[in-house]
C-alpha cells in the first residue's frame, strides 16, 4: 500500500484510513486519488470490514488538492484534464455510496476537496480548533466535482454562501450548517468516534448498508459529467492559469484590486 495512505484494520472489522502527507497538509494528488480508491473498493468487497474511520496526519485533515499537482494539470489540455477530474469523481462517488459506515474523523482544518470527503462521510466528528473553506474562486476555479455532496450535506442556501465568498468558518458553524454532526476537544475527539463506531457495530452490517441505500434513494441523483467538464475547462482558461499563477508567484491575481 502506498505510503500516502495509512491502512489499519483491527480485529472489530474497524478500517482507519490515514491521509498520510503531513508535510503536505494532506493534500490529494493523483496517487492519493487512485490510492484512497482502490483502498475504498477492497473494501467495499471485503465482507469482514464493519466500519471505516477516515482521518488525516498531523495536524491538518487535508488542505484539499495538491495546488503544484493542480499546477502541473493546467498546463495539459482539456481532455487530459477531464480525465484527471474524473478519477476525483470517482473517489467521490464510491466513498459517498459506500456499503460500508463511514465516520469522518476531523482532526484539523479541511479546505476545498476535502470539505467534499466530509461531505460524503456517513458521521463527522471536528476538532474544535478545525476550519473549513472552499476557497476555489480565489483560484479562478469552482468546486466543481464535490458540489452535489457538499449541496446535499449542506443544501443550497449555505452552498450559495460558501462557494461565491470563500470564508473560512469554525466548527461549531459547521455544525450549525450541517457539515458537521458533532465538535469535539482535540483531547476528547477519538473517544468521541469511538462512541459511534461503538454504535454502528452493535448494528446489523446488512441493516446498515440497507438504510445507507434508503437515503441515498431519497436524494436527487448525482451527475457527474457536468461537473468534470466545467473543472477541466476552468482548469486551463484564462482567469485559471491567472489565479494559480498568482497563488505561487505570491501575489494578488489580476482581477483583486
Known sequence: MSDTLRVNTDDRGVTTLTLNRPERH????????????ATLQQI??????RVVVLT?????????ADLAWMRAMASYDEKTNREDAQRLARLMEVLNNLAKPVVARVNGSAYGGAVGLIACCDIVIASEHA????TEVRLGLAPAVISPYVIAAIGARQARRLFLNAERISSDEARRIGLVHEVASDEALTAAVDKHVHYLLKAGPNALAQCKRLVLEQTPGISTEDTVDLIARLRVSAEGQEGMAAFFEKRKPSWTK
Open 56 to 64: 488525516g496526519a498531523g495536524k491538518s485533515f487535508s488542505s484539499g
Open 131 to 134: 476550519e473549513f473553506a472552499l
Open 26 to 37: 494532506n493534500a490529494f494528488d493523483d496517487k492519493l486519488i487512485n490510492t484512497l480508491l
Open 44 to 49: 467495499e468487497q471485503d465482507p469482514a470490514a
